[in-house]
């Protein structure tokens, strides 16, 4: 059975910090890259930070030099650390499988909200 489920959202004034964490159900974790999304309504989700098996990161624009994804192998267990926030980063935030084609894409997690307020 896949699962994800992702914490540590809330509601945070503009440049503050949080830390979102998932962890994930699954049996081969340690290696598949994994990956944050982020969705508001009326659009469609988007990825915003990815790691690889290895550890290599990557980084959409707009959250580039301001977010940091880490994982925890033993712990099945991806971290998106967040500061500098800004308002047009409220959205719920998921995690899954970096690649959008992997069959754990049928399963999403209920997603942590985040806002921020300007």
């Known amino acids: 059975q896949v699962q994800f489920v992702e914490s540590g959202g809330g509601l945070v004034q503009a440049g503050g910090s949080l830390t979102l964490s998932c962890v994930a159900s699954v049996n081969t974790f340690s290696h598949n890259a994994m990956g944050w999304y982020r969705q508001v309504p009326g659009k469609q989700r988007e990825l915003v930070a990815s790691?690889?098996?290895?550890?290599?990161?990557n980084y959409a624009g707009s959250v580039k030099g301001r977010f940091t994804i880490s994982r925890d192998n033993a712990k099945n267990t991806v971290i998106l650390q967040m500061r500098s926030l800004k308002p047009e980063d409220t959205a719920v935030y998921y995690c899954?499988?970096?690649?959008?084609?992997?069959?754990?894409?049928?399963?999403w997690g209920q997603g942590t909200q985040v806002t921020v307020s300007s």
């Open positions: 790691i690889s098996a290895g550890g290599r990161t």
């Open positions: 899954n499988a970096a690649d959008s084609q992997f069959d754990w894409h049928d399963y």
